[in-house]
């Protein structure tokens, strides 16, 4: 088993950042790949930022590359994404994902999810 626990969603006005952090316990958080995904009302849950085990592989969607990055801590079981020049767009549920599988692009390859927190960005 795994707990995964979002924390730093908020309201922010464009061009601004947050900072979203996901605590990890149970299972070895070291050996995982972790996923940050998103999700708006209506839409399906997509793949925001994902990095590997060690953090030396990240991929970013197009529509955040440049503002978004993808970190981990695995000496405190914690993964980041630093979230600059924010836009009305990146509005959304923000999940954290952990994944064990060969294969990390969709939602079904994530074994372990986090609750959610809320990014809301005015315009």
């Known amino acids: 088993q795994v707990q995964l626990v979002e924390s730093g969603g908020g309201l922010v006005q464009a061009g601004g950042s947050l900072r979203l952090s996901c605590a990890a316990s149970g299972r070895t958080f070291s050996s995982a790949a972790m996923g940050w995904f998103r999700q708006s009302p209506g839409k399906e849950r997509d793949l925001v930022a994902r990095?590997?085990?060690?953090?030396?592989?990240?991929y970013y969607t197009e529509s955040v590359k440049g503002r978004f990055t993808i970190s981990r801590d695995n000496a405190k079981n914690t993964v980041y994404l630093q979230m600059n020049s924010l836009k009305p767009e990146d509005t959304a549920v923000y999940y954290c994902?952990?994944?064990?599988?060969?294969?990390?692009?969709?939602?079904?390859?994530?074994?372990?999810w986090g609750q959610g927190t809320q990014v809301t960005v005015s315009s």
């Open positions: 990095i590997g085990r060690t953090g030396d592989n990240t």
């Open positions: 994902a952990a994944s064990w599988s060969s294969k990390w692009y969709s939602v079904r390859d994530y074994a372990y």
